[in-house]
T-cell receptor, first 114, second 110 residues
Framework: KAGVTQTPRYLIKTRGQQVTLSCSPISGHRSVSWYQQTPGQGLQFLFEYFSETQRNKGNFPGRFSGRQFSNSRSEMNVSTLELGDSALYLC?????????????FGSGTQLSVL | EDQVTQSPEALRLQEGESSSLNCSYTVSGLRGLFWYRQDPGKGPEFLFTLYSAGEEKEKERLKATLTKKESFLHITAPKPEDSATYLC???????????FGDGTTLTVKP
């Protein structure tokens, strides 16, 4: 069974640009969560989608947005990039995270903002 | 707001030297406490789920325990391949959201 796939693996952008990250969950998993990981802040919850609906949202500005498609694949968008957005962005999937399911993580997208 | 604090931040052990990692938490309505292992350049990998105080889970050299306020990850006779960052996370009443601690980076020297 294929794991969680995130693309691209690495990304370099400049301030003010926007970026879209992609996540393909494990087949059969309907919940997709996004996390930001930085050395200083650890893993911070961005949002969670289930059946194409955003079910939970973390404390991030509106520049961070996401969506989920009917095949459970998800995308995350960050507009007007800032230097502080440099981080590892992790996607995680589960069958349904509201039932205390463990998360399966992808390897992440390493975003560098110059 | 759910909070998770892990200690120590870093732990260096000699091969075979047993120790414990601590995870203290405050959560509204604990639905599950999770331990993950993260290797450099990779996403976290699931180790254990604990649901109620008194519960214990074991896997090879690792044993996780849970009380009402904290969880411990005991490592018995560690090997260099156990070197990694160990993350603790809780799911509370806000279903679908996991709150993570900052992790403990374990280094096991041969």
């Amino acid at each position: 069974k294929a794991g969680v796939t995130q693309t691209p693996r690495y990304l370099i952008k400049t301030r003010g640009q926007q970026v879209t990250l992609s996540c393909s969950p494990i087949s059969g998993h309907r919940s997709v969560s996004w996390y930001q990981q930085t050395p200083g802040q650890g893993l911070q919850f961005l949002f969670e989608y289930f059946s194409e609906t955003q079910r939970n949202k973390g404390n991030f500005p509106g520049r961070f947005s996401g969506r989920q498609f009917s095949n459970s694949r998800s995308e995350m968008n960050v507009s007007t990039l800032e230097l502080g957005d440099s981080a590892l962005y992790l996607c995680a999937s589960s069958i349904d995270s509201s039932t205390n399911e463990k998360l399966f993580f992808g390897s992440g997208t390493q975003l560098s903002v110059l | 707001e759910d909070q998770v604090t892990q200690s120590p931040e870093a732990l260096r052990l000699q091969e075979g030297e047993s120790s414990s990692l601590n995870c203290s938490y405050t959560v509204s309505g604990l639905r599950g406490l999770f331990w993950y292992r993260q290797d450099p350049g990779k996403g976290p990998e699931f180790l254990f789920t604990l649901y109620s105080a008194g519960e214990e889970k074991e896997k090879e050299r690792l044993k996780a325990t849970l009380t009402k306020k904290e969880s411990f990850l005991h490592i018995t006779a560690p090997k260099p391949e156990d070197s990694a960052t160990y993350l603790c996370a809780v799911q509370g009443s806000n279903a679908g959201k996991s709150t993570f601690g900052d992790g403990t980076t374990l280094t096991v020297k041969p």
